[in-house]
Structures are given as structure tokens and as C-alpha cells.
């Protein structure tokens, strides 16, 4: 209903999570970003979490996800997130949750209400090194993400690579609310790209690059069944962060993947 659509984002407070990312230890984890979304595609405020760890954490500020405005609170640790974040069944509280994060493990009953999100059609957004995050959670990453980036060799397979700073132009590769923005035109920025990871055949790619320091796919739809889920290969930095077609599928696929558009 619209009163209950109304109820899901307004102050709704993103939270940072620290990670085991060696990059991001050291440093403390105390901001938490307070997001209100104005009614994009003519429904209600939309209800978001976004985790993040704290390497990155500045990063979401820079980005501002388009439409929103954002004020900086304080207060919010990581500690406290944990125990509130997962650990509670967030159906009917949030419509799509972004993810920023790396190298992270969930617990149990963490698992299971994340699951239980996802098979109660929630919409999940996987943003650049999230695609690293759960590495012992083989579901989420076959079933719902479709693509995996190996920090470490897994069996047969190497580790994945990247490259900073790279000349990314990437086509669209079919018409999809999410890059319908482009107009079947190319994107063009400077970030930082993945090779070696592992995709699945059963994504869909929405756009590809013939960069030679890329898989190929940058962005695409997971192959869950029920959840609408969008996984964006870049986002490292400024260079995607600050490029406005970078930002509009980024919002997009925020809209998208919580059935508010498309």
C-alpha cells in the first residue's frame, strides 16, 4: 500500500560494514550515511540498505546516489551493524539492498534471513569489489550474484586481477530498463577493471567492453529466478563515480531491481 511504501525509506540510515579487507583494517568505522530517496518513477520513498566497508565508505559519499540527498551522521559502528544488520528478517523493511562490501562472511542466521530475502523476490545490487564478498557462500555467488572475483586460487582457478585507471568503453549488448539511459550508445570512463573472474553462463550481460584487462561483462542481471538482482563490475573511484551515465545505471538499477521500474 502506498502508507506502507511510504513507512520503507524516509530517514533510513545506510550502514558501513566493516570487512576483512586488508586495504580497509586500521581503519575505524564510526559514519553511518542517512539517505532519503525522493520518490523516483512515481511510487513512494524506496526502501535501501547499502553496506559498505570502510576503505570505501568515502566513496558512497562521492557518490550520492543520484536523486538523493544525504547528511552525514555519527555513531553508527560496525560492531553494532552485525548484530542488527542480518540478523533479523528485513522483508517488508527494505526493497533492495546495495552492496559495497568485500571479503566478508555471514553467520548462520544472517544467512538465512539474507536468503529469505532473496527468495521473497528482493532486489539486490552488487557494486565492484561486493563481487568479491562471501567467498565460502558458493549460493550467493552462483545463484544469485552469477559472478565471482577470486581474491585467492579456487581449485584450478587463479586468482583474479584488476587494473586502475583504465579507458572503459563498453556497449550495450540489448534494451533494458537498466541501461536504457544510453540509448544504445557507448559508456565511456576511466576505472578500475576485473579479469579471471568467474561468471556464470546463466547472467545476462547488459553491457560489454573489448578492453583486453576485462572478462568482457560489466554489468549484467543475475540468474536468480525470483530476485531482480544487478551486478556492476566498476565503481572503483572518481572516474565512474563522478561520470553521470556511470550514475544514472547505478540509480537505475536501484529502481530496476526493487520492481520500480521496468
Known amino acids: 500500500s502506498t502508507s506502507t511504501m511510504q513507512r520503507t525509506l524516509i530517514g533510513r540510515r545506510y550502514a558501513l560494514l566493516r570487512t576483512c579487507d586488508p586495504i580497509s ?21 524506496l526502501g535501501c540498505r ?50 559495497f ?5 555471514l553467520p548462520s542466521d544472517a544467512r538465512a534471513n539474507l536468503t529469505a530475502f532473496v527468495e521473497g523476490g528482493g532486489g539486490v545490487v ?48 540489448r534494451d533494458h530498463p537498466v541501461t536504457a539511459s544510453l540509448g544504445g550508445f557507448p559508456i565511456h570512463m576511466y576505472d578500475e577493471t576485473y579479469q579471471g573472474m568467474w561468471i ?15 572478462d568482457g561483462p560489466i554489468v549484467w542481471l543475475g540468474p536468480h529466478e525470483w530476485a531482480r538482482v544487478v551486478v556492476i563490475q566498476p565503481g572503483h573511484g572518481s572516474g565512474a563515480h563522478l561520470n553521470l551515465a556511470f550514475r544514472t545505471i547505478l540509480r537505475h538499477a536501484v529502481l530496476w ?3 520500480g521500474s521496468g
Do not use: M
Open 25 to 45: 583494517s586500521g581503519h575505524d568505522l564510526d559514519d553511518g550515511w542517512r539517505v532519503r530517496f525522493c520518490g523516483w518513477a512515481g511510487r513512494g520513498p
Open 101 to 105: 562490501n568485500i571479503g566478508t562472511t
Open 126 to 173: 552488487v557494486l565492484h569489489h561486493a563481487l568479491a564478498s562471501y567467498p565460502d557462500w558458493p549460493w550467493w555467488y552462483e545463484q544469485v550474484v552469477g559472478g565471482r572475483y577470486l581474491t585467492a586460487p579456487d581449485g584450478d582457478q587463479p586468482a583474479s586481477t584488476y587494473r586502475q585507471d583504465e579507458e572503459i568503453i563498453a556497449i550495450p549488448t
Open 200 to 214: 556464470s553462463p546463466e547472467s545476462e550481460v547488459l553491457l560489454r567492453t573489448g578492453l583486453s584487462t576485462s
Open 257 to 259: 531491481s526493487s520492481r
Open 50 to 99: 547499502a553496506i559498505a566497508d570502510g576503505y570505501r565508505g568515502r566513496n558512497l559519499r562521492e557518490l550520492d546516489l543520484p536523486g538523493a540527498r544525504s547528511d552525514v551522521g555519527r555513531g553508527l559502528d560496525a560492531r553494532a551493524f552485525r548484530r542488527r544488520g542480518f540478523s533479523r528478517d528485513i522483508r517488508g523493511e527494505f526493497d533492495v539492498v546495495l552492496f
